[in-house]
């Protein structure tokens, strides 16, 4: 079968590999239908993620057909169109059975080395890396899926591929990034990162009752997908200060919640931005944490950061004196998929949001290199890339 598979830093080569087959009684194989490029991927596309070796094969949005089925999945059928989970979770254990299931520890078989790096293990998640378990990912023709019987979900004839794709990941993501933000009646939602995951937040923002979502980054067209989908938008660009046009959007008391949909790559200017390049290229911080501290400074006196920006390891300069005197909540995680793909299934039925809004650019695998270049740096106006093998 064809696959997207990395070589190193800004090298993504589509190749032949062996197709996958049935290793345990609870796979699934998925004949790939169509999948995404994530901003994830590119954290791995830019060589920030360790534990990469060449040849892995990456993707972590896909969806598809089952085509076999191991003896212990009773809940699905050959033929089945699922989405599937980016995280990989057993249903069992301590942490699947409190709805964790991105710290499922049944699926890392690398724990051991996850666990040096952040004191535990998560779960293991396909196609990123050996540190969350070396998965094959779904950038390709076919993927094995373990415990097929808990993640992947069966997709109504009714909706395309294109609506469903995102139950894999951003639009889960988006939205759980909203929940922790346990929004009030009245309440405004800062938003950093007008990405995809910045787009799925900013509408779970409203579907979960948000007065008010004023969205942060620098690209226009980015920023007017934010404004259609009824945020107020701030171009980092633009204003000496986002935190004072916070202050003045908020009365001087700053937002209820702030989400922080950048993570570890965050571009910006001044002092802070060169810092922060300096540290990570002499390797003496691995991530740059921009919006992180304008969130933790610019959100209100009690109020909750939530973080589904990826992080991988150390930051620095994170005024940690903010969040404790001024009473701060963090919320943060990978997203615990499997616990919104039925709930958001039925906000898709019903009308509430059709996640394929964001999809600008649609491509086959075979362009995965291209598609690449093209994702990272938002040529032709690109937000969401799609691929089909
Ligand atoms: N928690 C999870 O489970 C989960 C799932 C999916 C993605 N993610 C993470 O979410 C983040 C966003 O993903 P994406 O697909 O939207 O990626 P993306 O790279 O397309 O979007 C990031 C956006 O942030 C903007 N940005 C950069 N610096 C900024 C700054 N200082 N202030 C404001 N905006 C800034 C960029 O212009 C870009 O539009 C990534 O870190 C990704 O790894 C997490
Ligand atoms: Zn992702
Ligand atoms: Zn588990």
Redesign the pocket.
């Known amino acids: 079968m064809k696959a997207i598979c990395w070589y190193g830093k800004h090298d993504m080569r589509v190749e032949e590999v062996s197709d996958p087959k049935i290793l345990n009684p609870r796979d699934a194989i998925v004949r790939v239908t169509l999948t995404a490029i994530?901003?994830?991927d590119?954290?791995l596309y830019n060589g920030f993620v360790p534990t990469m070796e060449k040849g892995d094969i990456l993707g972590h949005e896909f969806m598809g057909e089952i085509v076999e089925l191991g003896s212990a999945v009773k809940n699905l059928n050959v033929g089945d169109r699922v989405v599937v989970p980016?995280c990989i979770s057993c249903g069992a254990c301590f942490f699947c059975q409190k709805g964790l299931f991105?710290l499922c520890e049944n699926s890392n078989p690398n724990a051991v080395e996850a666990a040096m790096l952040w004191g535990h293990s998560p779960a293991g998640l396909f196609g990123y890396s050996h540190l969350t378990g070396g998965y094959a990912g779904g950038q390709a023709q076919f993927v094995r899926v373990p415990f097929a019987d808990v993640g992947p979900i069966k997709i109504p004839q009714s909706l395309t591929d294109e609506q469903a794709l995102f139950l894999s990941?951003?639009f889960p993501?988006g939205y759980m990034?909203a929940e922790n933000c346990n929004i009030q009646p009245g309440d405004t939602v800062a938003v950093?990162?007008?990405?995809?995951?910045?787009?799925m937040a900013i509408r779970s923002a409203f579907l979960l009752g948000a007065q008010r979502v004023i969205a942060?980054?620098?690209?226009p067209e980015?920023l007017r997908m934010a404004e259609k989908g009824g945020a107020e938008t701030i171009d980092?660009d633009e204003v000496d200060s986002?935190l004072d046009v916070l202050k003045d959007k908020t009365g001087g008391r700053g937002p209820d919640s702030c989400i922080d949909?950048?993570?570890?790559?965050?571009?910006?200017h001044g002092v802070q931005y060169r810092y922060d390049r300096a540290k990570q290229a002499l390797m003496l911080e691995t991530d740059r944490p921009?919006?992180l501290r304008?969130a933790f400074l610019a959100c209100r006196n009690g109020g909750t950061v939530s973080v589904?920006?990826?992080y991988g390891g150390l930051i620095d300069k994170v005024p940690f004196g903010a969040v404790m005197n001024r009473s701060i909540t963090i919320k943060?995680?990978?997203?615990h998929v499997q616990r919104y793909t039925r709930p958001l299934l039925e906000r898709i039925q019903n009308g509430d949001i059709d996640p394929s809004f964001v999809i600008t650019h649609r491509l086959q695998l075979d362009d995965a290199p291209e598609a690449y270049e093209i994702?990272k740096h938002?040529q032709d106006d690109c937000?969401k890339v799609v691929l089909t093998p």
Not at 192 to 199: D, E, I
Not at 261 to 268: I, L, N, Q
């Open positions: 994530c901003g994830s590119l954290h980016f991105s990941d951003i993501t990034a950093w990162g007008c990405g995809p995951v910045g787009q942060i980054d620098s690209v980015r980092y986002v949909a950048v993570g570890m790559e965050a571009d910006g921009i919006a304008q589904p920006g990826v943060t995680g990978q997203t994702f938002k937000i």
